[in-house]
């Protein structure tokens, strides 16, 4: 097991904040691919990258920074829970709470998955009741 692969994902995460597209991209295989629980199915990581530069640059997104919670790890996976905070050009934010997986081949990332919760709990209804 290679103790290195919990600082491989933040890294990864660190690059992402910077808005460095390149750096992200060095840390994946070939064959990478991203998948979130938005129903779209799996991306390559060149489309997963082409969509986060196309939400920094085109105004939407300012500044991102990852809070890392828990991190796992297993051989080749590193699993991770993180709250992300999203500031946008008008001052406002955000936070999500968010898990991510990553799998890893010959030290390269090979496989992300992120489960997001994209809707904020109501904080009035905390037995999920109606």
Request: proline content about 5%.
């Amino acid at each position: 097991m290679e103790p290195e692969l919990t600082e491989k994902a933040v890294q990864y995460l660190r690059h992402l904040e910077k808005f460095d597209f390149a750096s992200m991209r060095a840390m994946c295989a070939d064959t990478a691919t991203v998948w979130h629980n938005d129903g779209k199915g799996e991306q390559t990581i060149e489309a997963n990258l082409e969509q986060l530069e196309q939400m920094s640059s085109g105004g939407g997104v300012v500044a991102l920074r990852y809070e890392i919670t828990r991190q796992f790890q297993k051989p080749d996976e590193v699993l991770q829970q993180h709250v992300l905070h999203i500031n946008m050009p008008d001052g406002s934010g955000t936070e999500l709470p968010v898990a991510m997986y990553f799998g890893f081949k010959d030290g390269l990332i090979d496989r992300i998955e992120e489960y997001a919760n994209m809707m904020p709990p109501d904080e009035g209804n905390v037995s999920g009741d109606s």
